[in-house]
């Protein structure tokens, strides 16, 4: 595999691409009138994923062009690197093998990355989460005073947080009665006391979500919860009676045992997990305990399942046919060719309310970079905003911009055909009302509305150009039977790889973060000014001493 990044403006599939795009009208109207088969050629089965890019805006050349691209930058070398264990996150000189996490038990052959064998140790953690898993949820797991555990409280951040919780409310209907989740990530104090102040100590749960036991926001939040269940438990002045409360009440996913233990947690009671997984990337890992114990081991590997089956997609679909590389270059098309700045994904499945937040840690994180993985500049645009609400309360707030703004939006809408909750309005069937809404959107975007149309609806002529829809606003639609564990960890696995290709075309390393480190250290810098230190606030810029100093003025 080479060292270096292929520059994907200098292949020939790149300029012919610009020249492409020089030369083409969208026209969908146009393309579907005369094309009777687009539909059908552009439409695929993923999985349990049912994928229509035939709205987007692509002809079959536009398609050739792209996959030709992906060949001519390597993506197919790349992912074997990746599939194999090869240092592809090269500014941290690790693996990138999030895609381990779900490979079966027995998979062959095995994979053995840097002397370790990684399914062994996969599936040993994964059994051990498993066996926590089901002592919590039959009630043998119990607090200090012998009461079974009804609140999980997760405390992470980032991909400690942002996975776990999009999942678990993604499948509240698998959560087991008598359990609840709760999630807490902010260092703001407010998210902590807001999540804990109805608890019961006696039957709360802690876990803390940190690789290295050192993340700021979750230590700082960790020592709150510590505290807050000394208080309720009245053990405040008595250290044994102190540890073993948090024995009981505290649990880490963590590889740092000699912190897990200064803390008081029993390293017996925390679950590992490897530098090759990135945050963002962990889910699907220990990190996903509170998710194990909510919907139990066997929906968990349901979950895995899902995961993996995109990932065999992925590493063996004929390119033109392969849904994730597919929906990357498109992506590609309509940041570097067609100008686009950000992109929507729209769930018509409130259970995914939280589904677009995690998605720009996925996307913005790994790919918002401007230096390749050799340390050269990029030669073109990268990344793009990812945003969105669900359904229909987004078409009551943004949908505006995307159907009559200026800019160019692709959207990704998102539904399931069976609701957890199939309700009736009198005789109209609720879901299906809510879904005319998603096809007729889609439909909407593609084809607008002429100056003729409206004028033929009885329009006043003073008006008709604000009621005129351009049409041609790509979208892609993702419809699934069900939202089942399966389904989501496909859904997952499809933006994971989406984002990869896109990171390969770049030439960029997807899978470090070296944009939220500066942040973090000047933070830690600036706190003793915070703090009231003089000599601190007299050493900050004009601006953050004057912010510090009204600040400390209010407070006071």
Not at 154 to 181: F, H
Not at 189 to 205: F, G, Q, R, S
Not at 225 to 238: E, P
């Given at each position: 595999m080479s060292t270096q990044p292929i520059d994907a403006t200098t292949t020939s599939a790149w300029q012919d691409l610009s020249e492409h795009e020089s030369t083409l009208t969208p026209d969908l109207r146009g393309w579907f009138a005369d094309d009777p088969g687009r539909a059908e050629r552009l439409t695929f089965q993923l999985a349990d994923l049912h994928v229509d890019l035939s709205k987007n805006l692509v002809t079959d050349d536009t398609v050739a062009l792209l996959l030709r691209l992906a060949d001519e930058v390597g993506v197919a070398d790349r992912l074997q690197a990746m599939l194999r264990g090869d240092h592809i996150n090269v500014t941290e000189d690790r693996a990138v093998l999030h895609t381990a996490l779900r490979r079966p038990a027995g998979a062959q052959p095995a994979l053995v990355v840097d002397g370790q064998d990684v399914d062994h140790d996969v599936q040993e953690v994964l059994e051990k989460v498993s066996a926590f898993a089901d002592q919590v949820r039959s009630g043998a797991w119990?607090?200090?005073?012998?009461?079974?555990?009804?609140?999980?409280?997760?405390?992470?951040?980032?991909?400690?947080?942002?996975?776990?919780?999009?999942?678990?409310?993604?499948?509240?209907?698998?959560?087991?009665?008598?359990?609840?989740?709760?999630?807490?990530?902010?260092?703001?104090?407010?998210?902590?006391?807001?999540?804990?102040?109805?608890?019961?100590?006696?039957?709360?749960?802690?876990?803390?979500?940190?690789?290295?036991?050192?993340?700021?926001?979750?230590?700082?939040?960790?020592?709150?919860?510590?505290?807050?269940?000394?208080?309720?438990?009245?053990?405040?002045?008595?250290?044994?009676?102190?540890?073993?409360?948090?024995?009981?009440?505290?649990?880490?996913?963590?590889?740092?045992?000699?912190?897990?233990?200064?803390?008081?947690?029993?390293?017996?009671?925390?679950?590992?997990?490897?530098?090759?997984?990135?945050?963002?990337?962990?889910?699907?890992?220990?990190?996903?305990?509170?998710?194990?114990?909510?919907?139990?081991?066997?929906?968990?590997?349901?979950?895995?399942?899902?995961?993996?089956?995109?990932?065999?997609?992925?590493?063996?679909?004929?390119a033109e046919r392969n849904v994730p590389l597919l929906m990357g270059l498109l992506n590609v098309w309509y940041v570097n060719f067609l100008g686009a700045h950000t992109h929507a994904v729209l769930p018509y499945a409130q259970y995914l309310h939280r589904f677009p937040a995690y998605l720009q840690q996925l996307t913005m994180e790994s790919n918002g970079k401007s230096v390749r993985w050799d340390g050269e500049a990029v030669t073109t645009t990268t990344g793009e905003v990812f945003w969105g609400e669900p359904g229909t309360n987004g078409q009551h707030a943004f949908y505006q911009l995307i159907h009559q703004g200026t800019r160019l939006i692709p959207a990704d809408f998102i539904a399931v055909a069976n609701p957890a909750h199939p309700l009736k309005d009198g005789d109209t069937d609720v879901h299906s009302l809510f879904l005319a809404n998603f096809f007729a959107q889609t439909k909407a975007l593609a084809f607008g509305k002429t100056a003729d149309e409206v004028r033929a609806e009885g329009t006043d002529e003073a008006i008709v150009p604000a009621r005129v829809f351009s049409g041609n606003r790509p979208t892609t639609s993702i419809l699934a039977a069900s939202l089942t564990p399966s389904v989501l960890g496909q859904l997952i696995a499809l933006y994971e790889h989406i984002t990869f290709v896109q990171g390969v075309v770049w030439g960029i390393d997807s899978f470090d973060q070296w944009g939220v480190e500066l942040g973090k250290k000047l933070a830690l810098e600036v706190a003793p000014a915070v703090q009231g230190d003089a000599a601190a606030l007299e050493s900050q810029d004009p601006s953050t001493k004057s912010l510090i100093a009204t600040y400390l003025s209010l407070r006071s």
């Open positions: 119990t607090g200090v005073t012998g009461e079974r555990v009804k609140t999980i409280v997760n405390i992470g951040i980032g991909g400690s947080d942002l996975g776990p919780v999009m999942a678990y409310e993604a499948l509240k209907p698998y959560v087991q009665d008598g359990l609840e989740v709760r999630f807490v990530s902010n260092i703001d104090p407010t998210d902590l006391a807001e999540k804990v102040k109805d608890l019961d100590p006696t039957t709360t749960l802690f876990i803390v979500a940190s690789k290295t036991f050192g993340t700021l926001e979750t230590l700082t939040n960790a020592r709150l919860a510590r505290d807050w269940l000394w208080d309720k438990l009245g053990t405040a002045d008595d250290d044994t009676a102190r540890n073993e409360a948090v024995a009981k009440h505290f649990v880490a996913v963590s590889t740092a045992l000699d912190k897990v233990a200064a803390f008081g947690i029993d390293p017996t009671n925390a679950f590992g997990f490897w530098d090759w997984v990135g945050g963002r990337y962990s889910v699907d890992s220990a990190i996903g305990t509170s998710l194990a114990i909510a919907i139990g081991p066997d929906a968990f590997r349901d979950f895995l399942a899902g995961f993996h089956a995109v990932d065999e997609h992925f590493a063996t679909a004929p």
